[in-house]
């Protein structure tokens, strides 16, 4: 039996609720897959669409007040949870194995004083004309910045994970025989206080570095990360591209230093691999497509690094 974290990328949960829904069917067998071999699964996915569908319909609309940023995390982990439960528990029954599938609400410590909270980076919600942009920011208060020459939109920073407040949680249900979906979106990002509670803050925590995080702290044997391509990149669409297979922390480590990986996309998958491996040394990370996923739970497809 090994333990296995999944984590799914939110931009390939689709556009809408029904092709999310229709995508989590063929993600769900795979999963199953492993299931019936008697492995533990804890699933991560992301929410960057998601969410920002979410913020933008509370923006626009005129009859109810905004939504703090944290709560519509909050409301998207729990509608893409329903869903990933619902494929799973489907698939589960359709193949006679009995399973319980459970969402966890999750709320992941950051530290206040992290210099990304300085720099904003991550956009979120819709596009604006630089005069909208500046009246926004004045009237709420909001960094905005343009993007890419397609117009201004909202950014908020997405600061490093820490420590996840329901990591007792997601360990005793994953013992007990759950398969749990956990740090949705990477998580609620959360502030501890001086006074030792804590309180929801304006950012994004990028999932991957959420689901090294949750690898880390459930001791699992595999961080397996699927996304949009087969396999990781050098110099990714460049002439001198080449497609990595299998590799070694070592030299992951010497690739992370140079300037091989696009900051936006791979990078932080490649670095998220590469800290839960160095935390955890001996244990197994993979990066491939949803596609390919049941090979590439078996080393068979992706890029293996250990």
Same mark, same amino acid.
């Given at each position: 039996?090994?333990?296995? /974290?999944?984590?799914?990328?939110?931009?390939?949960?689709?556009?809408?609720?029904?092709?999310?829904?229709? #995508? %989590? &069917? &063929?993600?769900?067998?795979?999963?199953?897959?492993?299931?019936?071999?008697?492995?533990?699964? @804890?699933? !991560?996915? $992301?929410? $960057?669409?998601?969410?920002?569908?979410?913020?933008?319909?509370?923006?626009?609309?005129?009859?109810?007040?905004?939504?703090?940023?944290?709560?519509?995390?909050?409301?998207?982990?729990?509608?893409?949870?329903?869903?990933?439960?619902?494929? @799973?528990?489907?698939? #589960?029954?359709?193949?006679?194995?009995?399973?319980?599938?459970?969402? #966890?609400?999750?709320? /992941?410590?950051?530290? &206040?004083?992290?210099? #990304?909270?300085?720099?904003?980076?991550?956009?979120?919600?819709?596009?604006?004309?630089?005069?909208?942009?500046? *009246?926004?920011?004045?009237?709420?208060?909001?960094?905005?910045?343009?993007? +890419?020459?397609?117009?201004?939109?909202?950014?908020?920073?997405?600061? %490093?994970?820490?420590?996840?407040?329901?990591?007792?949680?997601?360990? *005793?249900?994953?013992?007990?025989?759950?398969?749990?979906?956990?740090?949705? $979106?990477? $998580?609620?990002?959360?502030?501890?206080?001086?006074?030792?509670?804590?309180?929801?803050? +304006?950012?994004?925590?990028?999932?991957?570095?959420?689901?090294?995080?949750? +690898?880390?702290?459930?001791?699992?044997?595999?961080?397996? @990360?699927?996304?949009?391509?087969? =396999?990781?990149?050098? =110099?990714?669409?460049?002439?001198?591209?080449?497609?990595?297979?299998?590799?070694? !922390?070592?030299?992951?480590?010497?690739?992370?230093?140079?300037?091989?990986?696009?900051?936006?996309?791979?990078?932080?998958?490649?670095?998220?691999?590469? *800290?839960?491996?160095?935390?955890?040394?001996? *244990?197994?990370?993979?990066?491939?497509?949803?596609?390919?996923?049941?090979? +590439?739970?078996?080393?068979?497809?992706?890029?293996?690094?250990?």
């Amino acid at each position: 039996m090994k333990r296995y /974290v999944v984590s799914l990328g939110g931009n390939a949960l689709g556009n809408n609720a029904e092709e999310q829904k229709e #995508l %989590l &069917k &063929k993600v769900a067998k795979p999963i199953v897959s492993l299931i019936k071999q008697g492995n533990e699964i @804890i699933i !991560v996915h $992301g929410n $960057g669409p998601q969410v920002g569908m979410i913020n933008l319909a509370f923006t626009e609309a005129q009859s109810v007040p905004d939504m703090p940023f944290p709560e519509c995390g909050a409301m998207s982990q729990g509608y893409i949870g329903f869903h990933i439960q619902n494929a @799973i528990d489907n698939e #589960l029954k359709a193949q006679g194995v009995k399973r319980d599938v459970v969402t #966890l609400v999750s709320q /992941v410590v950051v530290d &206040k004083d992290d210099p #990304l909270f300085q720099s904003p980076s991550k956009p979120i919600g819709s596009f604006h004309s630089e005069e909208e942009a500046k *009246k926004i920011a004045a009237e709420k208060g909001y960094t905005m910045k343009e993007d +890419a020459g397609r117009g201004w939109r909202r950014v908020v920073a997405s600061p %490093l994970p820490i420590d996840i407040i329901e990591k007792d949680s997601i360990l *005793k249900l994953v013992e007990s025989g759950h398969v749990v979906i956990c740090a949705g $979106g990477g $998580g609620i990002p959360v502030i501890k206080k001086e006074d030792g509670t804590i309180e929801g803050i +304006a950012a994004v925590i990028d999932k991957d570095y959420a689901s090294a995080k949750v +690898a880390s702290l459930v001791n699992a044997d595999y961080l397996t @990360i699927l996304t949009a391509v087969d =396999n990781v990149y050098i =110099n990714y669409k460049k002439p001198d591209e080449r497609k990595i297979e299998r590799v070694s !922390v070592e030299e992951i480590t010497k690739l992370l230093k140079g300037d091989y990986f696009a900051k936006g996309s791979m990078y932080p998958k490649v670095n998220a691999c590469y *800290k839960f491996l160095t935390e955890k040394p001996g *244990k197994t990370a993979i990066i491939s497509s949803l596609e390919k996923a049941e090979m +590439a739970f078996l080393e068979k497809a992706g890029t293996i690094i250990k």
